[in-house]
């Protein structure tokens, strides 16, 4: 065993003195405390980042190919038809994705008492439904393959509180085509909560057989073209490919239309912005959090050095270097450091456990797009959390270490 790390294991607070345990256990509940603070914060985030990237994705597809007005053959270019063509195209570029087509459009519900402007979502049997699925709180999804569910439709619980309606209702539909109004009778099958207000006062989920007989439009023909399942990092790069795959289309007379790639990072770049800015409050806390736990330790170190000033000069006049003095106070404070670190994790990952199990916290979902606080608890982070503390504090430690150096034998052997 090296002489440095024989020393250290067995220096103990000096005499039992009451000043100095307190001293190194401020410091352990600083570096504790610290450690805490910063892996609730970063585990915090990467719930706030996951939760609201889900469900900007679960309303408004990774991809979307839409059309292009002004390009083609003069027909109408605002609406897209899934031919086998861009399906080739699709598959030859993201494959295994999921496709669906599908057809938006406006209208106002109304009853007795109230009415209220939506956006109806007309989806096709392709369109995946995992998202809605999670977030029915009552009713079912119809079964659109079944001609009897036509007229079916999915509200969000904040339209059906303004209108006063629940599961197995109907309600009428007026929509505006052609300089005419067209009224539908329609009935409620489920509801749906995500507490994302922006999409939830908005979008009604139908069949896509209800605007494409409104608006004329045959079974293949739609206004998007939705494309999921695609890892959330290769969404730009793959939207990027798909765009250039379909201009040379376009060009070499595949296609008759050119038609816009677009991405859920530009459609939905409000709420991505919103969350890019919480790195940057992360940031800010782990910055304070490291000045904490760096003064506690270096104040507690200075305190350790003072107390042992006789053997600090015993060790000089023995012919120990100030370098090997150094390495032994400074594993003194390494121990308070592990210490704080190991009481640090077992708090962090109980409280972040609590949490995730029970929901525990809650939040405004008006305000935060969540009604409670979202943890992620990615091990790679806190692994990485905590080799950055051992390292930092190594560093820290190194400045006050170096008034060992100005100790001299003849006069600290005498000190008391």
């Known amino acids: 065993m090296k002489f440095e790390l024989f020393i250290a294991g067995r220096m103990r607070p000096a005499n039992g003195k009451r000043g100095s345990l307190s001293s190194t256990n401020i410091a352990v509940a600083g570096i504790a405390l610290a450690l805490t603070v910063m892996m609730i914060a970063i585990v915090v985030v990467l719930g706030f980042k996951h939760e609201i990237r889900d469900k900007v994705m679960g309303f408004d597809s990774q991809i979307k190919i839409e059309s292009n007005s002004g390009y083609g053959d003069g027909t109408d270019g605002n ?5 086998s063509a861009i399906e080739h195209i699709i598959d ?12 938006k459009q406006s209208g106002i519900l109304k009853t007795n008492d109230n009415f209220m402007g939506i956006v109806f ?19 079912i999804i119809p079964d659109y393959t079944d001609s009897g569910n036509r007229n079916k439709i999915i509200l969000s619980q904040s339209m059906t509180k303004v209108l006063g309606l629940k599961t197995g209702d109907k309600v009428y539909a007026y929509f ?7 009224t539908r009778n329609l009935e409620i099958a489920g509801i749906y909560e995500s507490h994302f207000g922006d ?3 908005l979008i009604a989920y139908c069949d896509i057989s209800l605007p494409q007989k409104l608006k004329g439009l045959d079974s293949d023909t739609g206004s998007t073209i939705e494309i999921s399942g695609i890892t959330p990092d290769d969404i730009t790069e793959k939207a990027a490919m798909l765009q250039d795959a379909l201009i040379e289309a376009c060009y ?80 003194v404070a390494e121990r308070l450091v592990m ?32 009604n ?4 992620e608890i990615n091990w790679w982070y806190i692994a990485a959390l905590n080799i950055g503390v051992i390292a930092t504090s190594c560093l820290i430690l190194i400045l006050p270490s170096q008034m060992i150096s100005g100790i001299a034998p003849s006069k600290t052997m005498r000190y008391e």
């Not at 392709?126 to 699925?133: A, E, G, S």
Request: contains cysteine; hydrophobic residues 45%; proline residues 2%.
């Open 176 to 182: 505006f085509e052609d300089n005419n109004i067209r």
């Open 252 to 331: 070499d007379n595949t296609l008759k239309h050119l038609y816009q790639v677009n991405n859920v990072y530009n459609t939905g770049a409000l709420y991505f912005n919103w969350l890019e800015l919480l790195d940057t409050n992360v940031v800010v806390i782990l910055i304070l959090m490291t000045f904490v736990s760096g003064f506690t330790l270096v104040s507690c170190l200075f305190i350790i050095i003072l107390e042992r000033v006789n053997m600090i000069g015993i060790l000089k006049a023995l012919g120990a270097t100030n370098r090997q003095i150094r390495s032994i106070f400074i594993c």
């Open 121 to 139: 979502n007309g989806i096709d049997t392709n369109y995946d439904l995992n998202f809605v699925h999670q977030n029915i709180i009552d009713g």
């Open 92 to 103: 030859s570029i993201i494959p295994e994705s999921n496709v669906a087509l599908t057809v």
């Open 79 to 83: 609406y897209i038809e899934l031919s």
């Open 339 to 370: 210490r704080g670190m190991i009481a640090g994790n077992i708090i962090a990952l109980t409280l972040i456990m609590l949490q995730e199990k029970t929901h525990l916290l809650p939040l405004d979902p008006e305000a935060y797009y969540l």
């Open 199 to 201: 999409y939830d006062k």
């Open 372 to 375: 409670y606080v979202p943890v």
